[in-house]
C-alpha cells in the first residue's frame, strides 16, 4: 500500500505540472509543413497513409482520432489533415 | 408561318427563363458536424506449428476488429472497437474499448470509459494486425501475460512541443488489476494454475481502490525519429474484505522507439523495444491436493515477472523497383520469465524473422518463421525445455 500512495504523489503533481504546461506551449512545429509532419508521425507506427484513401470529410474524422490515439497537437493534426485533404 | 415561328421561339425563351429563375442554384455541399465511421482491421492465414513429434497445420481467422467512431463537432469523439473472432466452434466476441473524449485545448484530451492503456507502445499502437509486422504479439502480452491492454476508467493525455523536443504524456485512473488468487468468492478452486497472476479486466472495481497510471514520452529530436518512454501503473489488487485486501501490485515499462528514412540504406529502418515488470505483493496461495484424502498445500513464492521485446525491420522505400519497395524484412526476440515457485513459472524465449510484402499502405502480406524455447508453464514438464518451431502465413488488412 506504501508503494501505492507514493504513485499517487508521484502521479498528482505530474497531472497538476501538465495542465500548466499545456496552456503555454511553445513549439517549432509552426515551422513544419503538413506533409512533413504527416511523413514523420504516420510512420512511427504504421506506414503512411494515402491522401487518396479517404474524402476530405473522412480525414477530418481520422484526424480527430489519431490526434488522441498517437497523441498530436492540435496544429500538427490541422496541418497533416490539410495536407492530406490537397492531396487527395 | 413565320410569325408562328417567331412567337413560338418566344414562347419557349420565356418559359425557359421563368423556370430557371424558379430553380435555386445548388449550394455548395456542407458536411454535418457529426460525422460517423466505421474503420477496423481483419487478417487471416495458415499457422503450421511443431512442438517435438507433435504438428499442427491449421488455417485461423478471420479475425475483424471493425472500429466504431463518432466524431461530434470538433472536440468530442466516441469511439469502440470490438474484436470478432472464431473459438473451439464459436463466435467470439470481444470488447476491445469503448470510450468517449473531449479535448480539453490545443495540448490535451480527457477520456473516459473502457480504453487502451498507454503501458509502454505495444498494445496502444503496435497490436493491430496490419500494424504488427509478425503474426502475433511477443511472449508476456495477451493472456497470462504481464502487461495490461486495457482499463475502465479516466485518462488525461496530450502532447507538449518545448523548442524542438515534443513531450507525451498520459496519466489514468482505473478500476485497476484483480489478483487471481486460484479460488471464487465461494472459496472453491478456481484456475489454481493462476493464482498470482493479474487480471486487468476489471469491469467493477473488487475493492474500492483505484489503480494509477501514466506513461511520459520524449521525441528528443526536432524530426520525431526517437521515442523514449517510461509508464508505471499498480495499485490494490486483492478483493475487498477477503484475505488479500492488503494485496497491491507495481508495473513498470519502458520503451524505445527509432523510425526514419535512412538515405544511406535508401529504405525506412524500424526499432522499437519494450521492457516490462510486474511486482506483486507477497501472499498465500493454496494448492489443491491431487488426493481428495490428502489436504491442500498453502504455498507461497516473490511474485516478480519480467517480459521484453525488441525489434528491428527494414523496406527499402527507396528503390528503384516499384516491387521491391513494397518488401520488408523483420527481425524480433521477445522473453518472459514469470516467478519461481508459482503454478505458471517459466522461462520463455522466442525469436521471429518475417518476411512481409505491402499491397499498399494498409494491407501486407506477413510470413514468418517462429522459434520459441519454453521451460514450465501450463503442459511442460518439469525441468524440462519445450521447442515450437512455427511458419506463419498471414495477410493483414486495416481499413
Not at chain 2, 466505421?38 to 479475425?63: C, I, M, P
Not at chain 2, 473524449?101 to 490535451?108: A, G, H, R
Not at chain 2, 523496406?315 to 519497395?325: E, H, I, L, S, W
Request: hydrophobic share 40%; proline share 5%.
Amino acid at each position: 500500500m506504501k508503494n501505492i500512495k507514493t504513485l499517487f504523489v508521484f502521479l498528482l503533481p505530474l497531472a497538476v505540472g501538465l495542465i500548466l504546461a499545456s496552456s503555454c506551449a511553445s513549439s517549432k512545429i509552426t515551422m513544419k509543413s503538413g506533409a512533413q509532419l504527416w511523413g514523420e508521425n504516420c510512420v512511427r507506427c504504421h506506414a503512411t497513409p494515402s491522401p487518396s484513401a479517404y474524402n476530405d470529410i473522412d480525414w477530418e474524422t481520422i484526424g480527430l482520432h489519431m490526434r488522441i490515439r498517437a497523441n498530436l497537437t492540435a496544429e500538427e493534426t490541422n496541418k497533416i489533415v490539410e495536407f492530406l485533404q490537397s492531396a487527395n | 408561318m413565320k410569325k408562328i415561328l417567331i412567337t413560338t421561339l418566344v414562347l419557349v425563351l420565356v418559359i425557359t427563363y421563368s423556370y430557371a429563375q424558379d430553380t435555386p442554384a445548388p449550394e455548395p455541399f456542407t458536411p454535418s458536424k457529426t460525422q460517423f465511421m466505421v474503420r477496423g482491421y481483419a487478417h487471416a492465414g495458415l499457422n503450421y506449428k511443431k512442438t517435438g513429434d507433435e504438428v499442427e497445420s491449421t488455417f485461423v481467422g478471420t479475425t475483424f476488429n471493425p472500429l466504431f467512431i463518432f466524431k461530434h463537432g470538433d472536440r468530442l469523439l466516441f469511439e469502440s472497437e470490438l474484436a470478432f473472432s472464431f473459438e473451439d466452434g464459436q463466435l467470439d466476441i470481444g470488447f476491445e474499448y469503448a470510450n468517449m473524449s473531449y479535448l480539453i485545448n490545443d495540448y490535451m484530451t480527457i477520456r473516459m470509459g473502457k480504453m487502451l492503456l498507454p503501458f509502454g507502445t505495444f498494445i496502444e499502437r503496435l497490436h493491430p494486425s496490419w500494424v504488427n509486422k509478425f503474426a502475433n504479439a511477443p511472449l508476456g502480452f495477451g493472456h497470462g501475460g504481464i502487461a495490461p491492454a486495457s482499463g475502465i476508467g479516466v485518462e488525461m493525455r496530450g502532447a507538449i512541443p518545448v523548442g524542438s523536443m515534443k513531450i507525451l504524456y498520459s496519466v489514468y485512473a482505473t478500476n485497476g488489476p484483480v489478483l487471481n488468487t486460484g479460488m471464487d468468492a465461494e472459496g472453491n478452486f478456481d484456475e489454481p494454475d493462476e493464482a498470482g497472476q493479474l487480471m486487468f479486466n476489471n469491469f467493477e472495481d473488487n475493492n474500492n481502490k483505484k489503480g494509477y497510471g501514466g506513461r511520459l514520452g520524449i521525441l528528443p529530436f526536432a524530426n520525431s525519429s526517437v521515442e523514449i518512454g517510461g509508464s508505471i501503473y499498480g495499485g490494490a489488487v486483492g478483493d475487498r474484505g477477503s484475505s488479500y485486501g492488503n494485496i497491491g501490485a507495481m508495473l513498470y515499462a519502458v520503451d524505445f522507439s527509432f523510425v526514419r528514412q535512412v538515405s544511406a540504406v535508401r529504405g525506412i529502418v524500424d526499432v522499437k523495444a519494450q521492457y516490462n515488470l510486474s511486482n506483486v505483493d507477497q501472499a498465500t496461495y493454496i494448492e489443491p491436493a491431487d488426493d481428495p484424502l490428502d489436504p491442500d498445500e498453502a504455498y507461497t513464492f516473490e511474485n516478480s515477472s519480467n517480459a521484453y521485446f525488441a525489434q528491428a525491420s527494414y523496406r527499402p522505400t527507396m528503390a528503384g523497383n516499384d516491387v521491391m519497395k513494397n518488401f520488408e524484412v523483420a527481425y524480433r526476440y521477445s522473453a518472459f520469465n514469470a516467478p519461481e515457485g508459482a503454478e505458471w513459472e517459466q522461462q520463455s524465449t522466442q525469436w521471429s524473422v518475417a518476411l512481409n510484402y505491402y499491397m499498399n499502405w494498409r494491407t501486407l502480406f506477413k510470413l514468418s518463421y517462429q522459434s520459441t524455447s519454453q521451460v514450465g508453464g501450463h503442459g511442460v514438464p518439469e525441468g524440462e525445455t519445450v521447442q515450437t518451431d512455427g511458419i506463419f502465413v498471414h495477410w493483414a488488412l486495416g481499413f
